[in-house]
């Protein structure tokens, strides 16, 4: 095993760019235990229940196609296989610059981890593409509720705040305070948005034009040597975004806004998506 630490050396994120492709073939770079990284590290990480017995182990790759936990998205699952060995991707996590992916092996054969072993890449397709219809879901939520504040059915001082896209407990979040009556009229332009099969799109803007342009700007969002990544939905507007969506609005299914909750001058709107 190699004893190296494996949070120098950059991960190539592929899903930032090609969201649709679900197996990649990569060198191994490292294959650690869990145990052997920082505490701070070993924090991020939530080892499997399901098989206490078995060691949790980090592996890195120079480019991987597994989301990494963040922007409101869970992480990929899937496995990375060489030869005989096969590894389990439980969780994936970005320590700047790498990507980490912790798991564990399903039999005894394991990685050399001496740098020079390929591994192939395969992903939870269902769940990513489960993962990816509720975040662009997100999207068209809060592109709805910026419909009907240029419409004047909405009071024009609410904004976008935070999101989570986790299925069971996705919601986007408003400054401001929106009553709950506006659940039929932001459903309706939700369904408007869906329907219109907008294509929803993948691009790299400099900061000035990601500030102009993109609906919901937060002062957190991270560039690269490629710019801001955003996702443009048709011409309902933009977000700058790291997560993986579909391709157009009807990809989502039906989006269902669940509820509208009011507390501390915040209104949370949870949503659900379902097959249409």
């Not at 949790?56 to 496995?79: K, N």
């Not at 705040?161 to 332009?189: N, T």
């Not at 955003?230 to 969506?245: E, K, L, Q, W």
């Amino acid at each position: 095993m190699a004893t190296s630490s494996p949070l120098t050396a950059r991960t190539e994120p592929l899903y930032q760019k090609d969201g649709f492709k679900y197996t990649h073939t990569s060198l191994i770079s490292s294959i650690q235990p869990l145990t052997s990284l920082p505490q701070d590290t070993q924090a991020l990480f939530k080892p499997p229940q399901s098989s206490p017995e078995k060691e949790a182990y980090i592996l890195t790759t120079p480019s991987t196609i597994f989301h990494a936990q963040g922007g409101g998205q869970p992480s990929d699952t899937g496995t990375i296989t060489s030869g005989n060995a096969s590894f389990s991707v439980h969780q994936v996590r970005k320590v700047d610059p790498a990507i980490l992916h912790m798991g564990t092996f399903s039999s005894s054969e394991t990685f050399t981890g001496d740098g020079a072993e390929q591994g192939a890449q395969s992903i939870d397709t269902d769940k990513r593409v489960l993962h990816s219809r509720i975040h662009t879901a997100g999207h068209v939520l809060g592109l709805a509720a910026a419909a009907l504040r240029a419409e004047g059915v909405m009071d024009s001082s609410i904004v976008d705040g935070k999101a989570s896209h986790y299925p069971g407990a996705a919601f986007v979040e408003f400054i401001g305070l929106i009553p709950s009556d506006m659940k039929a009229a932001l459903q309706a332009k939700t369904d408007q948005l869906v329907d219109a099969d907008l294509p929803v799109e993948i691009l790299f803007w400099d900061e000035e034009r990601a500030r102009k342009e993109c609906t919901g700007v937060l002062e957190s969002f991270k560039q690269d040597e490629d710019g801001v990544r955003v996702v443009r939905i048709g011409d309902a507007g933009s977000y700058p975004c790291g997560g993986t969506h579909v391709k157009t609005t009807k990809g989502c299914g039906r989006v269902v806004v669940r509820n509208i909750k009011r507390q501390k001058g915040i209104t949370k709107v949870s949503y659900e998506v379902q097959d249409a």
